[in-house]
């Protein structure tokens, strides 16, 4: 009986530790604050979800400066993170310098299109598309017949966001005028209100903002000129509700979802992955108490609009 329980126990104590092992270590590493309310809030947001969802362990860092990034990376790879998400274009050149060394750690990069065997992929979202939406809301909404876009720095996804804030604008108002401008910072929250108010002067009277905590700045200025702004990438509606009318999503949850999901069902591959209206990669939030101040007709040509993302014949070829 002594040798029985004694077995038993054995047997469950390798139990035990194969449940240990199977338990992946994931790191979250971003360039700025969980609280900026928009590009950052949205990566935090996806991985409590999977955190939630899956049996992972979980490390978020914040606020990790360029510099900082190749250190950072290569520290978690040595500590056996089975995982590390670099959260935003900056971690491209970083993560493929290095990963070579850590051939048993899987490198994510968000917001980037980078991809090399054996463990580098990536998550992107078509932000031009999401740019897209916005723009068709705004063109919509606007009294003025103004309205702008107010960007951290010009790199890729903000520059694709402006350009189709525009297209999508013109799309529903071809009269529309659509100023542009760059903050030159994601966390000067300061500059980002002083650069809106500089548009909202021009007769900008809704206004879109890209970046970090930048964002807040923009959202800030709007609220005190009495404007409406459109939110980006993370819902954040809760912020100014009298400013807010909707968010044109940037779903990253969905992204880190993905990911997570593949790394522990051992489908993920050294690609890019680019996510759009209809793999829930982007969309709109809710009008919420907007919706009563677009007429039925604008309305209709705003569902007719996400209705040619998901067919195929948005955006324009």
């Known amino acids: 009986m002594l040798k029985l329980m004694t077995g038993t126990a054995i047997v469950l104590a390798l139990m035990a530790g194969t449940a240990i092992a199977e338990t992946k270590k994931i790191a979250l590493v971003l360039p700025g604050p969980v609280t900026d309310g928009t590009f950052n809030s949205a990566a935090n947001k996806g991985i409590e979800a999977a955190k939630a969802k899956y049996d992972i362990e979980v490390v978020v860092r914040e606020n990790t400066d360029f510099a900082q990034i190749q250190d950072v990376l290569r520290s978690y790879a040595e500590e056996g993170y ?8 900056q971690f491209a050149e970083p993560v493929m310098e290095i990963h070579a060394e850590f051939p048993d750690t899987w490198f994510v990069v968000n917001t980037a299109q980078v991809a090399a065997a054996p463990n580098v992929a990536s998550f992107d979202n078509r932000w031009g598309d999401a740019g897209y939406m916005a723009g068709a809301v705004a063109g919509l909404y606007t009294k003025s017949g103004t309205i702008g876009h107010i960007g951290a720095i010009p790199v890729p996804v903000i520059e694709d966001y402006n350009k189709g804030f525009e297209a999508g604008a013109k799309s ?117 108490d907007f919706e009563s101040k677009i007429s039925a007709e604008d309305m209709a040509r705003i569902q007719a609009m996400m209705k040619e993302f998901a067919d195929g014949t948005l955006p324009p070829k």
């Open 172 to 288: 529903m108002r071809p009269e529309v005028k659509v100023l542009s401008a760059y903050v030159g910072s994601f966390s000067d929250i300061a500059r980002g209100a002083e650069i809106t108010t500089s548009l909202i002067e021009q007769g900008a009277d809704v206004v879109t903002s890209t970046g970090n905590e930048n964002v807040v700045g923009t959202i800030q200025a709007a609220q005190k000129a009495g404007v409406q702004a459109i939110g980006t990438a993370f819902d954040s509606q809760a912020m100014a509700p009298e400013t807010i009318i909707t968010t044109a999503l940037i779903n990253m949850d969905v992204n880190i979802d993905l990911a997570v999901g593949r790394l522990i069902d051992g489908s993920l591959k050294p690609e890019s992955y680019v996510l759009g209206l209809n793999e829930n990669g982007i969309g709109l939030a809710p009008f919420r």
């Open 82 to 89: 089975d995982m590390i998400i670099g959260h935003g274009f």
